[in-house]
């Protein structure tokens, strides 16, 4: 039997803090704002840089490892592989979740950065199939599982310690999980634009592509100090004073089963257009014919609109309420995003390009601003690790990590450049369904 008590009430957290309120002070008290912020960006950051410029490498990893006769099979066969990165995720969510449930999230965060690290190193001093034959693919592959299961158990437990810094301004503290993650893209970005721009063809195949992954290397270090001397948030500091759920793994995925599920259905459309982002660099070269520089510093701008704008709407959330700011984006982006890929791909020039990814950008912000918050506020705190690993990694390995993949195979099999935007349009619809559920549920 659960001794978690919220399945009567409406918002799972009324129950964690039922009891006296004052002690919140003391918590941001002892660690500032900026420290806990810093500490949390810099490390997810760098793990989510690390999968992100493998997929805007794809292109050349294609040629190095996954040599085709057709040029789409191999890119095909790449993106594939960068999906397969995610069907690891569910495995890391259900260890590393339980584990930051169990022995805190900064211990949780130190060690999924630690094997995140140890995938980087792989892929960075990986030879080509060019000079050891299929053990290169398969090394590769077999990095990107340890990023995977890495990546599993990060949004969980980085997710879980934003949050509960303050209950108050959970919608603000929570928002950096995914403004940290604009860090990553303008970082990614801005590696392509500056490789494609000062390197020839030549030099980024023969050594070019090792420098991103190398960078993260070297900053590795300085992420694993400063995530080790954080501190816990205060719910869950309380509920560890409480009676410990024995199986969160088993109360998530069955006591929790609903919750779970409205969390999955939340994340779909934040997954989808995260990664359709991801995929705009090979759509703009591939499709539209533009120069590899220019897509590069339009998802840079991407980025950068998400750094500045997602802290934004998420305290913004904890004034007029989640549900209602991320309703409203689903609606927008559902209409404008067919009709952007319109003008793309009969207009396809650089303008068009930054228009389409700035109308992208600003309203994927303001949904991506209090989602982190809302999944929160779906779990108390003792079964919270689990249950945001969880949800989040199921939903983006089944309808996010293939993202690139569906986007290159719709256009493939219907034969219009457009295809891509139903894809987040089917995204709008499930998170739209969902957000109904998460106000059943008392997240408002």
């Keep these: 039997m659960s001794t978690l008590a919220p399945r009567t009430a409406g918002l799972p957290e ?53 040599p085709a006769e057709n040029e789409s ?44 690290l140890c995938g980087t190193l792989l892929i960075a001093v990986s030879p080509t199939f ?27 437990s980085a997710t879980a310690l934003l949050a509960e810094q303050d209950p108050r301004r959970r919608g603000f503290f929570a928002s950096w999980q995914f403004a940290s993650q604009g860090i990553t893209t303008f970082l990614a970005a801005g590696f392509g634009m500056g490789l494609n721009t000062l390197l020839t063809p030549e030099q980024l195949l023969a050594w070019g592509w090792r420098i991103p992954f190398f960078f993260g290397l070297l900053i590795g270090p300085a992420g694993l100090y400063i995530r080790r001397h954080l501190d816990e948030g205060l719910e869950f500091k309380r509920a560890a004073q409480q009676v410990q ?32 982002g991801l995929f705009m660099p090979t759509f703009a070269v591939r499709q539209l014919g533009l120069p590899a520089s220019m897509a590069f510093a339009g998802t840079f701008w991407f980025g950068v609109l998400q750094f500045a704008l997602v802290p934004v709407f998420g305290g913004l959330s904890d004034r007029v309420g989640r549900v209602v700011i991320m309703r409203n984006a689903a609606l927008v982006m559902g209409v404008m995003i ?10 396809p020039s650089v303008p068009a390009l930054m228009l389409a990814l700035t109308a992208m950008g600003v309203v994927a912000s303001a949904y991506w601003g209090p989602i982190s918050a809302a999944m929160s506020e779906l779990f108390p705190a003792a079964t919270r ?39 987040v349009a089917f995204g709008v619809v499930v998170s739209l369904v969902a957000l109904r559920a998460a106000r059943r549920y008392g997240v408002k």
């Design 338 to 347: 067919v009709p952007l890929f319109y003008l793309l791909v009969n207009h």
């Design 130 to 156: 060019a000079q050891i034959g299929l053990w290169a693919p398969g090394l590769v592959i077999l990095a990107r599982l340890l990023q995977g299961f890495a990546a599993g158990g990060e949004f969980g």
């Design 14 to 66: 009324q129950a964690d803090s039922a009891q006296p309120a004052q002690p919140v002070e003391p918590a941001v008290a002892r660690q500032s704002t900026l420290r806990v912020i810093t500490a949390i960006s810099i490390g997810n950051a760098l793990e989510w840089f690390e999968i992100v410029i493998y997929g805007f490498l794809a292109v050349t990893i294609s040629k190095l490892f996954f």
């Design 245 to 276: 759920q024995a199986t969160p793994v088993r109360t998530t995925l069955v006591e929790q089963r609903g919750r779970t599920l409205a969390a999955m259905g939340l994340i779909i459309l934040a997954t989808v257009v995260a990664y359709t």
């Design 73 to 116: 099979v191999s890119l095909l066969i790449t993106l594939g592989t960068f999906g397969v990165t995610f069907v690891m995720r569910p495995v890391g969510s259900l260890v590393l979740g339980a584990y930051a449930d169990a022995r805190g999230r900064k211990n949780a965060l130190t060690l999924s950065m630690a094997i995140m």
């Design 385 to 423: 690790g689990t249950g945001l690993s969880v949800s989040y990694s199921f939903g983006v390995a089944i309808f996010g990590g293939f993202a690139p993949f569906i986007s290159a195979w719709l256009i493939a099999a219907t034969g219009s450049k457009i295809a891509p935007s139903f894809y």
